[in-house]
């Protein structure tokens, strides 16, 4: 069934079939009523590109520097929780995609999988960083993202409270209640809950334990995460962290220049994929004028509604540096695993090429604003 995926978007059908109710519902939904979720696809694909013509387009060059490395395109896997549990192992699976790529991956703090674990299976990745109450907590994640060569580490400073997803809460229960959900899913209860163990938070194991069941994840969120983080906490761990510096969760050109005056060397801007505040813009609609912010001083990344190469060219036309993909690499991990994320990779390359062509761009720093068509 898997096979038939043509798109990016043929991949969410795909996911939801194979993944147990609760997981498909975390991983699809936003917060609220949803409709930052829903701006992020439709803002992003309302933008119209000028296509242009006898341009010379038969020798396209997609690569892309960042932070002293350049990569196949200017695209990531973002980080994404849990998602060790769409696939067997499922982060190791998607780091391996994104080796072959030649592209970074970002793994989450919430990760099932171990930043030593995926480190360990050749693509050392991004390591994305959550403020929680224990500093001291903070400071050995950062050292351990420091001691397994990590490129950059992402600070998310937009979840000081968690949102309030309704979907999450709908499809909320545990032993028992899950039971009828799981074994519907017999591909996804062999591959992942039996031969995937053993099943546990990866990183938070020190604090967690080993074995704290799933229903302990959206509780340990609820306690630990630390409401009163604040722009001195960031410079606190630029104190601690020597290599590139990520600030994730920017959707205010304010808080764009607080982030480079604390020692920032990129931002992503962000809404979290639609899951923290609703009714926040989509980050097509915020990128631009936080771009004009930072003023070229440092790179800008940004996520939010990307489902195609296309989409990818629109954020850069908006002036993202570099496009990072969250939904849809982890829909291509759940319905198909490794192969899964390797085909949408490239298909976005694919893509990509395509509008290049077809708005009459042979490089990426060819894609400008001069590409949008604003009338």
């Known amino acids: 069934m898997s096979r038939r995926a043509a798109s990016v978007s043929d991949y969410r059908p795909l996911a939801k079939a194979r993944l147990p109710h609760f997981l498909f519902e975390y991983i699809d939904g936003g917060s609220y009523d949803e409709v930052t979720l829903r701006r992020n696809v439709e803002d992003l694909q309302a933008i119209a590109l000028r296509q242009r013509v006898l341009r010379d387009v038969s020798n ?27 696939a067997r192992r499922g982060e190791v699976q998607a780091a391996r995609a994104a080796a072959a790529a030649n592209v970074p991956m970002i793994l989450s703090t919430v990760s099932a999988c171990s930043l030593h674990e995926v480190a360990a299976s050749g693509h050392v990745p991004w390591y994305q960083l959550y403020f929680v109450k224990d500093r001291g907590f903070v400071a050995d ?21 968690p949102g309030s997803r309704y979907r999450d809460a709908r499809a909320a229960g545990s032993g028992l209640q899950r039971m009828p959900n799981l074994l519907s899913r017999p591909a996804w209860l062999w591959d992942v809950a039996i031969r995937g163990r053993p099943i546990s938070f990866g990183n938070l194991e020190p604090i967690v334990g080993k074995r704290a069941p799933l229903a302990d994840f959206q509780k340990w969120i609820h306690d630990n995460f630390d409401a009163s983080v604040s722009w001195k906490d960031v410079a606190w761990v630029r104190e601690q962290w020597k290599g590139p510096l990520i600030v994730k969760g920017i959707l205010d050109p304010d ?4 982030a480079l005056a604390n020692g920032a060397d ?23 004028s936080i771009v004009a912010a930072v003023g070229g001083k440092i790179p800008v990344l940004a996520d939010g509604g990307v489902r195609s190469g296309l989409d990818v060219v629109r954020m850069l036309a908006l002036g993202a540096d570099f496009v990072l993909l969250g939904r849809a690499w982890a829909y291509a991990l759940a319905a198909r695993g490794e192969a899964g994320v390797a085909h949408v990779l490239s298909l976005i390359e694919a893509e990509m090429r395509v509008a290049m062509a077809l708005t009459g761009c042979t490089t990426i720093g060819e894609i400008d604003q001069s590409v949008l068509d604003r009338r």
């Open 60 to 86: 396209l060059d997609l690569t892309a520097k960042l932070f002293g490395k350049r990569w196949a395109m200017p695209v990531g896997l973002g980080p994404v929780g849990l998602s060790g549990l769409y």
């Open 266 to 288: 990129g931002i992503v801007v962000s809404n979290h994929g639609g899951r923290q505040l609703d009714g926040a813009l989509s980050s097509a609609r915020a990128l631009p």
């Open 141 to 161: 994640l950062i050292a351990r993202a420091r001691d397994e060569g990590c490129g950059a580490l992402v600070l998310t400073v937009d979840l000081a409270v």
């Open 255 to 258: 808080d764009a220049r607080e």
